[in-house]
């Protein structure tokens, strides 16, 4: 008689008609709790990983991402934002001159030492300087406080700086301003504002192009190092920048805005360890999540061979055990899933509030880091058949 005919779905799904994977699993406490734990650490430190490879990268492009603008020039030697040689203002001048061209601006990037206001120390921050005069920023704070950097000394400083460069937001909240120190000459944080520590950079300031240059007298007056271009239809991004393309000389780049960031993103990704060190560190979580489901699954198959050899031998075939194995694998994977993903949200929140990272849960992330769960589960399980797809029931009674 031909097995499967004429069943539910609950019973083909449980041909003894109890959930026997369930049963096997919880059989042994201690050896489920550690297969939750080790599935459970696992996801935790894929989900971790992900997310701060994805707060890392949101930090990078954190200036870049704020900036008004369609297409982008800078010089050719670019490598990130705040290193470059810069390009001739003359370029500047000739994109203005290109059809659909509505407004063109240039950024001076530098660093200087800022002085803590607290303490007197010296820390090196990163320097934007900008015209106030012209919608450079997206971001509200910036266009609020961009009125007050015309008063020559005037600087915006960033709050989500790091630490070091003391309670500026706390002065400046008591007292209306912060009196400090640029490359030893005198400046006064105007307002406050918010952009975030990069890779390149600890903490940020802005500031006019004639505040740059009075602080910073030697440096080339006639050279920026970004230039931003916004344009009548920002869909002639590509366009304009095929344009530009073909008037300027090799001493300037074009690019459109997509493709700056994207720039920026490669450079980290690609041309530092950074992004090396978090695939591997989601390596060898995959790995030793996948090590212990293994071992679980290895022992339960080899403490059952009996049981199994006794159905094998009244005409179940290796399938219908695959399956169960496979069954054990999903549950274990979706519960360890579930608290890691508790855990990872508690180091998200904990990496906000002490680094100022902008970690959070990621739909596509959990769905990413749920698939591996998975797949690594069913892969430590498969591999934990073949005892059992070899076993002979005649050698087992």
């Not at 459970?40 to 949101?58: K, N, P, Y």
């Not at 008004?68 to 001739?88: A, H, I, K, M, T």
């Not at 005409?315 to 695959?322: A, S």
């Amino acid at each position: 008689m031909k097995r499967g005919r004429g069943k539910s779905l609950r019973e083909r799904i449980f041909p003894l008609g109890i959930p026997l994977a369930w049963l096997q699993l919880t059989s042994e406490g201690k050896r489920f709790a550690v297969a939750i734990a080790g599935i459970t650490f696992a996801v935790t430190m894929m989900l971790f990983q992900i997310g701060l490879r994805g707060a890392l990268f949101r930090q990078a492009v954190a200036p870049i991402s704020l900036l008004d603008c369609d297409v982008v020039l800078v010089s050719p030697n670019y490598e990130y934002f705040g290193v470059g040689r810069g390009f001739p203002q003359a370029r500047l001048h000739q994109a203005r001159a290109v059809d659909g061209v509505k407004e063109v601006s240039g950024l001076k990037l530098g660093c200087m030492s800022f002085k803590n206001p607290d303490s007197g120390r010296e820390r090196d921050i990163f320097v934007i300087a900008f015209d106030p005069s012209k919608d450079v920023f997206l971001s509200d704070d910036i266009k609020a406080g961009a009125p007050l950097l015309k008063e020559n000394g005037a600087v915006l400083f960033d709050v989500l700086s790091r630490g070091q460069y003391g309670d500026v937001e706390g002065a400046f909240l008591r007292d209306g301003y912060v009196n400090t120190e640029l490359a030893n000459r005198k400046a006064r944080v105007a307002a406050l504002i918010k952009i975030g520590a990069t890779f390149a950079a600890e903490g940020n300031v802005l500031m006019s192009l004639s505040t740059f240059d009075s602080i910073w007298p030697n440096a080339a007056k006639n050279v920026y190092n970004v230039g931003l271009i916004k344009l009548e239809n920002p869909d002639d991004a590509a366009l304009v920048r095929d344009r530009l393309k073909e008037i300027y000389p090799p001493d300037t780049v074009v690019m459109t805005r997509g493709e700056f960031i994207d720039k920026e993103k490669e450079y980290w990704a690609v041309r530092t360890p950074i992004g090396f060190v978090i695939g591997a560190s989601m390596a060898v979580a995959i790995f030793v999540g996948a090590v212990i489901v293994y071992q679980i699954l290895y022992t339960d198959v080899s403490d059952h061979i009996p049981e199994y050899a006794t159905l094998k031998a009244i005409g179940f075939d290796d399938r219908f055990f695959i399956w169960i194995v496979m069954q054990e694998s999903a549950i274990l994977s979706v519960l360890g899933f579930m608290p890691g993903t508790l855990l990872a949200a508690g180091l998200y929140k904990l990496t906000r509030d002490v680094a100022n990272m902008p970690t959070r849960l990621e739909f596509v992330n959990l769905l990413i880091v749920f698939t591996m769960s998975v797949g690594m589960c069913m892969v430590a399980g498969l591999l934990a058949t073949r005892k059992l797809r070899s076993a002979n029931p005649a050698d087992i009674f």
